[in-house]
């Protein structure tokens, strides 16, 4: 929807699945923890995440321009996010754009708040967000994507088969 090449796009499909690599070295207490929740010490902590992660990715030349986007992707488009209080378009658009989908998956998940949101307030938050933590361009890219994927889902309906009633062919999602 962003205009992304192949390349790009494969770079932050990475960038997505490695993002809180640098949280490995963090007790399971501060990661179970909702950001909201934590103390000054424990957050302070937890803001290093992003930079470890670029740190021990540098190293693999497949994974550098991942490893960038990685560091980047607690920046917020007002430029109150950290590590580096980068704002606007300084932010790489990949950073950008994991930004918003880490924190749509998280707000779902618990993990900033201590209540957990439903999709639609999820999409809400997001929107609330839109120029200040998030780039406007990438939300409105995110949200024509969304409702794209609920029209879909509206022309199929989900069914729940067993592996037995499963035939070669059938997609599944």
Same mark, same amino acid.
């Given at each position: ?11 932050? +499909?990475?960038?997505?699945? %490695?993002?809180?690599?640098? $949280? @490995?070295?963090? *007790?399971? /207490? ?27 990715? +540098?190293?693999?030349?497949? %994974?550098?321009?991942?490893? $960038? @986007?990685?560091? *980047?992707? /607690? ?99």
């Amino acid at each position: 929807k962003m205009g992304l090449s192949e390349v790009e796009a494969q770079e932050i +499909m990475v960038a997505g699945l %490695l993002h809180d690599i640098g $949280k @490995l070295g963090l *007790s399971d /207490h501060l990661i179970r923890k909702p950001f909201a929740t934590l103390t000054a010490e424990e957050r302070a902590e937890v803001c290093k995440h992003p930079a470890k992660g670029q740190a021990v990715l +540098m190293g693999l030349e497949q %994974l550098k321009e991942a490893a $960038k @986007l990685i560091r *980047s992707h /607690h920046e917020r488009f007002d430029g109150l996010g950290y590590p580096d209080g980068l704002s606007g378009l300084a932010i790489p658009l990949g950073a950008r754009i994991l930004a918003l989908a880490n924190d749509y998956d998280a707000l779902q998940a618990g993990s900033v708040s201590t209540k957990k949101q439903s999709p639609e307030e999820a999409r809400k938050t997001i929107m609330e967000g839109r120029g200040k933590r998030y780039d406007p361009n990438v939300v409105e890219a995110f949200m024509a994507v969304l409702g794209r994927v609920g029209e879909l889902d509206l022309q199929k309906p989900e069914r729940v088969l067993s592996t037995s009633q499963l035939l070669p062919g059938m997609a599944l999602a």
